[in-house]
């Protein structure tokens, strides 16, 4: 599992738009970047996967540069509701088990 | 559309008390594993299995034991329950690890007196 750092902590406001970003210096080729969702006392969500240049659905949007040595979760015009732990994870192609890091925990202010 | 069902949603045991978690999903999933969360903190990996009659042990398996006869079923085991074991226990699925997509159970609240 190529290893990944992401910040701590962030704060915003109510319709700003939010930039979460983690490194993973060491991810191989075949390796996808994922992304997951955790709102208080719920099971995390899977949100956004990807592998190069820019990914979007209805919950996000994910850039990569073309080295991959980091991506970037965007969350448009954030409402409280996007309060919630985002975890970024790089698991290898060969992988055998998913392990989480601590993850970045997003406040929305009104 | 039941995914990922774990039971019970809330359990209180006595120190040296054993107790089983049990985590079933419908949705054909190879890869099963156990994640437990204390208060504030991350996921952290209890065991895991990439199909029926195959498990091996995560980041934190001491105190647990698992089996897998099923495809659909992962229960996890409480030998000896300890205060240290007071936490929530969250079960996923998914296609396989390498896939990086995991659907999760809605999470076991256990207290350990």
């Known amino acids: 599992l190529a290893k990944t750092t992401q910040p701590i902590s962030m704060d915003s406001y109510e319709g700003q738009e939010v930039n979460i970003t983690c490194s993973h210096n060491n991810i191989a080729t075949n390796d996808y970047i994922t992304w997951y969702q955790q709102f208080p006392s719920q099971g995390p969500r899977f949100i956004i996967q990807g592998y190069k240049t820019k990914v979007t659905n209805e919950v996000a949007s994910l850039f990569i540069p073309a080295d991959r040595k980091s991506s970037t979760l965007s969350l448009p015009r954030v409402s409280l509701s996007d309060t919630a732990v985002y975890y970024c994870l790089v698991p290898y192609s060969s992988a055998s088990k998913i392990i989480f890091g601590s993850g970045t925990r997003l406040s929305i202010r009104p | 559309n039941a995914g990922v069902t774990q039971t019970p949603k809330f359990q209180v045991l006595k120190t040296g008390q054993s107790m089983t978690l049990q985590c079933a999903q419908d949705?054909?999933?190879?890869?099963m594993s156990w994640y437990r969360q204390d208060p504030g903190m991350g996921l952290r990996l209890i065991h895991y299995s990439v199909g029926a009659g195959i498990t091996d042990q995560g980041e934190v398996p001491n105190g647990y034991n698992v089996s897998r006869s099923t495809t659909e079923d992962f229960p996890l085991r409480l030998l000896s329950a300890a205060p240290s074991q007071t936490s929530v226990y969250f079960c996923?699925?998914?296609?396989?690890?390498?896939?990086?997509?995991?659907?999760f159970g809605e999470g076991s609240r256990l207290t350990v007196l």
């Open positions: 996923a699925s998914g296609r396989g690890p390498d896939t990086g997509e995991l659907f």
């Open positions: 949705m054909n999933h190879e890869y």
